[in-house]
């Protein structure tokens, strides 16, 4: 292919700087990544790789050679879309970023049904908050970024694929389980939030702020950067959270952890999908962004009845 194994291996060690990762990476050995890397400099007739101090970076010749080494990685990955496409098929790669929420609880399902679709295509995925995954799109180190949350940005499309709810959760024994609550009730009692920079904690902030509750207003006692961690710190007494529905669907089952309402607050929200701004994307984005709008609802976990019944964090 266009994208030679000797560049693919320096490629791998530029972007991690280090021999190992790359040799993980490439499931190649240690002193075979060292040698292929050897053979690249002895063609170009100078280091690519300054390996003193412990510590491994690019000479000027490497810096010279890296963005080379990454359009022929795009430039092969869009030839063998491009033969693909032609004989009505999708392959090459697919790189998605996904926060926690739809990484965690949506995403596995949604790229299985992409995947019966089009087995040719390679995808590889990875998940932080919304924040983080709108600079990794925008960086170019993702295709496409499935985020939550209100945001408006101007360098990158956003386009709704799915509606979500939110839900407030307390322990098992909690006075409020399976009951409806007051607004104002929830200045009493340890709130548990995620970090700032994620989709999830501005659409409670939004929601509580529109419903008349000030932020001061609240007893914030703990922030995590996780729904597991916020749903961990809840089962053991320490608080109640907002999730979306589909994170506490195993727990609910359980009756580990219990829903309550809040009487006049809505929490519904939308996922979406977000893409550079510019033309509407081809190849295998275009693709997963087509499946998503078509599909997404009847590949989303299911919902058990009483979850369904009490999917609302208001009524």
């Not at 007494?237 to 607050?265: C, D, E, M, P, Y």
């Amino acid at each position: 292919m266009i994208d030679n194994f000797r560049i693919r291996v320096f490629r791998a060690v530029a972007h991690h700087l280090n021999f190992s990762r790359a040799a993980e990476e490439l499931l190649l050995t240690q002193p075979a990544v060292t040698q292929q890397i050897k053979a690249l400099e002895d063609e170009f007739g100078v280091p690519l790789f300054d390996r003193g101090g412990g510590r491994i970076s690019l000479t000027p010749g490497g810096a010279a050679l890296l963005p080379f080494a990454d359009r022929m990685k795009a430039l092969s990955e869009e030839a063998v879309a491009a033969v693909a496409d032609a004989n009505g098929q999708q392959a090459g790669e697919l790189t998605l970023g996904a926060s926690q929420t739809i990484g965690q609880y949506l995403l596995p399902n949604l790229v299985a049904g992409f995947l019966r679709a089009n087995p040719r295509v390679h995808v590889t995925a990875r998940s932080g908050n919304t924040d983080a995954m709108l600079e990794a799109l925008v960086s170019r180190e993702i295709q496409l970024a499935l985020i939550e949350g209100p945001e408006h940005r101007k360098d990158v499309h956003i386009e709704p694929f799915m509606e979500d709810h939110m839900v407030l959760v307390v322990p098992a024994g909690h006075e409020w389980a399976d009951h409806a609550i007051e607004l104002a009730e929830l200045k009493e009692q340890p709130l548990l939030m995620r970090e700032f920079g994620s989709g999830s904690r501005r659409v409670v902030e939004h929601a509580l702020a529109a419903a008349g509750l000030k932020g001061k207003d609240l007893k914030i006692s703990m922030e995590l950067d996780s729904t597991e961690g916020l749903l961990s710190a809840v089962e053991a007494g320490l608080g109640i959270t907002f999730v979306s529905r589909w994170a506490v669907r195993n727990q609910l089952s359980l009756g580990t952890l219990k829903l309550a309402r809040v009487r006049g607050l809505k929490l519904s929200r939308r996922f979406s999908m977000a893409y550079p701004a510019g033309p509407e994307p081809a190849g295998n984005v275009g693709s997963f962004r087509g499946f998503l709008l078509s599909h997404s609802l009847e590949l989303a976990p299911r919902t058990t009845g009483k979850q369904k019944d009490n999917h609302r964090a208001g009524s």
